[in-house]
């Protein structure tokens, strides 16, 4: 039997590990396309009752999660300043990361090494993804179709310093690449990636365009950059062997110095 599991999250890794368990031949694979460390939210929530359930069934991986966890028997609710504090509820806490991380462990322990991989349709493609790569390259050549890449999620520093990119601002962008007008704005080349991007857009405020324009810490952008252009040029040394000169031309590659 072959199972893949899209998303190693605590119920995918988690999963993997209670089928693998229960049955040792067979074979399972987890596919994330994001890195092992990253991980959206703050914490976990168990009850005594859940944990219970935990001992009673997989008493090893309750054991390495018990010490990692912060526990507590009463609850404070606070309405209009007044206090009334509930007493007798069991629940324990652990960070979403940590958890992760355990959790990595365990599924380690019976032999399922899970994929970190940006090509999350791997197991899914009868033929290498270069073969479809190719056949992208070529209806774009042949219909002599525009691409364009949209961010439309953050902008003005890493989580937590920056904000959301507007949605006017998306919208604006999204409306000039459909109606054509987008090819006919002045443009800049990225100093990080290579690609061609406009000065100006009508409705858009000018320094969302360049992002370093957004960012307090200009040395810390530029770290940022450079980092995410190492990830690529990482991340596609495996399919080197596969592609045309021209592709591989047409890797990110930094065109300034370093300050």
Known sequence: MRIVILGAGPAGLYLAYLIKRRDPDAEVAVIEQNPPDATFGFGVVFSERALAFLREDDE???????????????????????????????F???????????LQQRLRSVGVEPEFSTCFGAPFLPRHPSVYADLLKEYISKHKVDCWLVNSGWTGGKYGEGRRMPIKATRRLLTAALDGSLKDADFRTDPYFGFSVPTSVQGVEPHLLNPIKTWKNKAEFDKTARALVEMFQKNFAKFESHVTPDIKAAAPEVRIAAE
């Open 60 to 90: 090893q991986t309750y054991a390495a999660l018990l010490p990692q966890m912060e526990s507590w028997h009463d609850m404070t609710l606070v309405h209009r300043n007044e206090r009334v504090v509930i007493d007798g509820v069991g």
């Open 92 to 102: 324990a806490a652990i960070g979403r990361l940590k958890l992760l991380q355990l």
